[in-house]
Every structure is written in structure tokens, then in C-alpha cells.
């Protein structure tokens, strides 16, 4: 799984990281309303707010927040079966989400982890990044560099922190990062001693 | 640290791994008669018996072992020296050697410890590989080839094993697994949180 604070191309990361040989995205479930553009399946699961409950009910949801009124969440299903075909699966997720996910009881999800935080250089280039993607006004920009602030506590929790610079080398680490957790000897089962 | 059997390539991975950019290959000691074509401090420093005995009396080398009647091992200066400037350093080490630094008390080497363990695809294969490398005759050749069935079965105490295959992919996984363990947040020094 990976967590940034927003504004760390985060999400153009997790997008070029998608052409990765036998990595699955996994994607999320959101009650959120579609945006034009998006597929459901593809960019979200739209749900509506019954049927997202009735899968948290079930414990069909790896985990789940309540953003800004909506909710967003993992659903387990599809991730153990990718796991269970040998595909590494990719979790694009918020800091809370990754707690909740750390305390899974399924030992499948236990043994496959492997988180990364995405860290901003700082808080004023954070600042600049948001500035120039112009999506936001300057009170949505101030609470996300508040949130980000507060995420940015929480990387000491990731096995892996990437000190974002450019894509180019955030990938190319990221990219590292998936490779090397792959030759594991803990991941590996070999016939030999 | 890496380790591999004789015929896994692990010496001409190495030396395609000393290019990499702040990566610095441990040069070990060893009183084995210094061959034609080898410089003194860049394939060994070519110590006496009594010079190399009076290195481990003063706990001045990381491991040692005794091959075929001459010494080998690992100057624990260089090590902690590069270690202290920022510098991974390489120690192309057999498995006995690793055993030896892997209980090391030293705090810094524990810290800056990752090892890999090159597998050879399986001992057919091996024994190919020696044979077509033509430097060994059949004895020992089998000699090798027992040596190598032994090394095989510590794997596990390896973090990471590399399934060798061709030299390419070998690099390729070697260099991401170098990359991605200077991204472990344990191994960061950062101010944030």
C-alpha cells in the first residue's frame, strides 16, 4: 500500500505504476457521486450508501473512512483473490485507511504487506504543487496542507518512505521498492534446506 | 552482503554492481600468493600469515576463514569508515562469512546489515556452468559442486534470495534490492514527526 498527503502526485504515480507486469490496482468502493469522466469499476465502485453498508456489515471491506460525508473503502474480496493468483496488489490509500489495514487479523494480508510512504519535500513546496494544479481555493488549500501535515507525522509506520522529487524518480524508486520486496526469502518457497 | 555458490556468476555480478554510484566494494585480506594480473588493495590486500594473525588478535576483522590453507577476510576499518561517510558498502562473502558478521555486536554493522543469496537454478545447471567456465578439473568440479549444495541450504537466513538466471536479470533484481533498502524508513533520518 502507499499513502501520501495530497499533492505528492500520488495519484499520477499510482496511474504509471498501473503498467507494472502482475501488479493489480485495487480499486476502491466510494459513495461519493460518478464525475464525468469516470468508469465504475475501473476508476471507483460506485456504490450507493446502503449497499456500501451492507458490505462493511459483512466485513467485506479490508477498510473504510467517512470523507467529507462520503465513504470510501477497500473491498477485501478482490485483493485476496489477486493475492491468491500471485499477483501483487497495489493499495493507493490514506494513512488512516493504512492503520486500519496494518490491523487486519487475515494472516494473507499480514504476510503480503508492504507499505510506502510518499513524502513531500515540504510543506511550502506542498504548498506550490497545489497552487499550481489551480483544482483548489485557497481554503481548500490551507486544510489540505493541514491534513498533510498531519500525515506527514505518520511515516515511521511505512517499512519504505520515498522523499518525493521528481515522478521520474519517485517511480523509479517505487518501482525498486516492488521489485526487491518480491525476492524476499520470507516470500519465497523453495524446494532447497 | 551477498553470498552465492561457485558458478552462480556472483563475481562478475559483483563487479557490475561496484559500478553502481555510491556503492563501495569491500576489498578483503587474504594470504593466498597474489596471482599474476591481481593489484594489491583493489582484489585483495596480500597479507603475511603473521600480518593477517595479528589483524584478528586486535578484533580487527568482521569474519575470517581458513580456505584450502590460506586466509581470507573482511578489514572491519574500511567498513565502519565508509558506513560513517553515507556509502553502502559490498562484501562478496560465503555463507560461513556471513554467519560470522550476522553476530556481529557491533551496533553499526547491525544497522547497516541486508543480505542476498544468489541461487543457482539447480545443481545440473551449476555443474554446466563450471564445466563451460573450463578452469576446474572433474575433481574439482565435484568438489564444487558438494561445496554449493551445502551453501544452498542456508538460504533462509538470507533476507533476500535472487533465483539466478541470466546475469541481466540478476544485475537488474540485485540493483533494485540495493535501491529499495535505502528507502526503509527505519534507515531515514528525517525531521518530520
Redesign the interface.
Known amino acids: 500500500m502507499v499513502s501520501a498527503p495530497s499533492g505528492t502526485g500520488k495519484t499520477t504515480l499510482c496511474t504509471n505504476v498501473r503498467q507494472t507486469p502482475d501488479l493489480v490496482y485495487s480499486v476502491s468502493c466510494t459513495t461519493r457521486p460518478q464525475r464525468p469522466g469516470e468508469q465504475d469499476g475501473v476508476d471507483y465502485f460506485f456504490l450507493s450508501k446502503s449497499e456500501f453498508e451492507k458490505k462493511m456489515q459483512r466485513g467485506e471491506m479490508l477498510e473504510h473512512a467517512d470523507v467529507y460525508g462520503h465513504y470510501y473503502g477497500t473491498p477485501k474480496g478482490p485483493v485476496l483473490e489477486h493475492l491468491a493468483a500471485g499477483r501483487d496488489v497495489l493499495l493507493d490509500i490514506d494513512v488512516q485507511g493504512a492503520r486500519q489495514i496494518r490491523g487486519s487479523r487475515d494472516a494473507k494480508i499480514q504476510e503480503a504487506l508492504a507499505d510506502?510512504?510518499i513524502?513531500p519535500p515540504d510543506l511550502e513546496e506542498l504548498r506550490r504543487r497545489l497552487q499550481g494544479r489551480g483544482t483548489e481555493n485557497a481554503q481548500q488549500i490551507a486544510k489540505r496542507i493541514q491534513a498533510a501535515d498531519a500525515e506527514?507525522?505518520?511515516?515511521?509506520s511505512?517499512?519504505?518512505?520515498?522523499?518525493s522529487s521528481s515522478m521520474e524518480e519517485d517511480l523509479?524508486?517505487f518501482?525498486?521498492?516492488i521489485?526487491?520486496?518480491r525476492?524476499?526469502?520470507r516470500r519465497?518457497n523453495?524446494h532447497?534446506?
Do not use: C, N, P
Not at 158 to 163: A, G
Open positions: 510506502i510512504f513524502m506527514m507525522a505518520d511515516w515511521k511505512y517499512r519504505y518512505t520515498i522523499l523509479i524508486k518501482r525498486a521498492i521489485r526487491a520486496e525476492y524476499l526469502s519465497l523453495l532447497h534446506g
